[in-house]
């Protein structure tokens, strides 16, 4: 929470920021403010008084200066101590907190994603630290919700990977060369104004993705998708199914089309594509995972930041 003796600078009318650099490095101008901060979300709201575990009661709690990196509060009556970084991404870490914290911010207030390169310019870490803080952040602060989809949802496949004409010639005659050989299937859920879903899966036959569709979305939906026959079993599961026929190049019946989700896999792929050039199969779910996260997030402002924070500080 920002601290009550710091005003925000007036932003200007027609400004879309709702949460600036200035303002974070307000709020947290160093690592003992970026501490108070975990230590008020995870321990004491009121910043003294905290549950002991030794005590089994509520108790002032005292902060010494001693000569670790990750300060402690200490219990005033037994002497325990708690430490407000352990059992967090944040914990045995080397690098600043501070840094943590600006990497978060980076990581929330971008729109298409912020590379470990630049994230290594921006810190002034090597790139090897950049690239675990990042890899933390979106797969451990930036899993995707479990809460059910309902209402119109719209539910497409998409694929990810290199295009066959840039294969080595060997491996794109291995790989059938065309279409959507060698690439990495993703099966995507939105729900209309609200939030969406990205998985990858290994295929997208029927068997593999009706498991992943009764799991997100409720049985009351309205789902619209293209003509794949693996979407075939909805209407028997109990789905409002309707359809729109891409191969006859219909793409808009009435409300009937994908194009919510289809604007997704545009957004994601121009990301991947503009600032990580390349993502391999193996970490391509936690890059979903953090588009995903901006995108049901998108109009949180300061709260994005918020959110990841007190995710961090609940783990």
């Given at each position: 929470?920002?601290?009550a003796?710091?005003?925000?600078?007036?932003?200007?009318?027609?400004?879309?920021?709702?949460?600036?650099l200035?303002?974070?490095?307000?709020?947290?101008?160093d690592?003992?403010?970026?501490?108070?901060?975990?230590?008020r979300?995870?321990?004491?709201p009121?910043?003294?008084?905290?549950?002991?575990?030794?005590?089994?009661?509520?108790?002032?709690f005292?902060?010494?200066?001693?000569?670790q990196?990750?300060?402690?509060?200490t219990?005033?009556?037994?002497?325990?101590?708690?430490?407000?970084?352990?059992?967090?991404?944040?914990?045995?870490?080397?690098?600043?907190?501070?840094?943590?914290?600006?990497?978060?911010?980076?990581?929330?207030?971008?729109?298409?994603?912020?590379?470990?390169?630049?994230?290594?310019?921006?810190?002034?870490v090597?790139?090897?630290?950049?690239?675990?803080i990042?890899?933390?952040?979106?797969?451990?602060?930036m899993?995707?919700?479990?809460?059910?989809?309902d209402?119109?949802?719209?539910l497409?496949?998409?694929y990810?990977?290199?295009?066959?004409?840039n294969?080595?010639?060997?491996?794109?005659?291995?790989?059938?060369?065309r279409?959507?050989?060698?690439k990495?299937?993703?099966?995507?859920?939105?729900?209309?104004?609200?939030?969406?879903?990205?998985?990858?899966?290994?295929?997208?036959?029927r068997?593999?993705?009706?498991?992943?569709?009764?799991?997100?979305?409720?049985?009351?939906?309205?789902?619209?998708?293209d003509?794949?026959?693996?979407?075939?079993?909805?209407?028997?599961?109990?789905y409002?199914?309707?359809?729109?026929?891409?191969?006859?190049?219909?793409?808009?019946?009435?409300?009937?089309?994908?194009?919510?989700?289809?604007g997704f896999?545009?957004?994601?792929k121009?990301?991947?594509?503009g600032?990580?050039?390349?993502?391999?199969?193996k970490?391509l779910?936690?890059?979903l995972?953090?588009?995903?996260?901006?995108?049901?997030?998108?109009d949180?402002?300061r709260?994005?930041?918020e959110?990841?924070?007190?995710?961090?500080?609940s783990?």
């Amino acid at each position: 929470m920002p601290p009550a003796n710091r005003k925000h600078p007036k932003r200007a009318a027609s400004s879309e920021s709702q949460y600036s650099l200035v303002e974070f490095m307000q709020e947290y101008p160093d690592d003992a403010t970026c501490l108070e901060a975990l230590w008020r979300r995870r321990y004491a709201p009121d910043g003294e008084h905290a549950d002991c575990p030794k005590c089994e009661t509520e108790r002032l709690f005292k902060r010494y200066e001693i000569k670790q990196q990750r300060q402690s509060w200490t219990c005033s009556v037994c002497g325990h101590h708690l430490h407000p970084t352990a059992g967090t991404i944040f914990h045995k870490s080397s690098t600043s907190l501070h840094l943590w914290f600006y990497a978060m911010y980076l990581m929330t207030s971008t729109r298409c994603g912020i590379s470990a390169k630049q994230l290594e310019r921006e810190l002034g870490v090597t790139y090897k630290t950049a690239w675990r803080i990042a890899k933390s952040i979106r797969n451990e602060l930036m899993e995707q919700t479990d809460e059910p989809l309902d209402g119109t949802v719209e539910l497409d496949e998409s694929y990810f990977g290199g295009k066959a004409i840039n294969m080595h010639h060997e491996k794109r005659e291995r790989l059938g060369g065309r279409g959507t050989a060698g690439k990495q299937p993703v099966l995507g859920m939105v729900e209309r104004q609200g939030k969406v879903v990205a998985v990858t899966v290994p295929n997208v036959s029927r068997a593999t993705l009706m498991p992943h569709i009764r799991e997100r979305v409720l049985p009351t939906a309205t789902v619209y998708t293209d003509e794949m026959s693996s979407y075939d079993p909805l209407g028997r599961q109990g789905y409002n199914h309707d359809r729109v026929n891409h191969s006859a190049k219909v793409y808009v019946s009435g409300d009937v089309h994908t194009n919510t989700i289809e604007g997704f896999w545009s957004l994601v792929k121009r990301g991947i594509s503009g600032v990580y050039h390349s993502v391999s199969a193996k970490h391509l779910q936690g890059y979903l995972n953090e588009y995903a996260w901006r995108y049901n997030h998108r109009d949180d402002g300061r709260a994005m930041f918020e959110l990841v924070l007190l995710r961090a500080a609940s783990r």
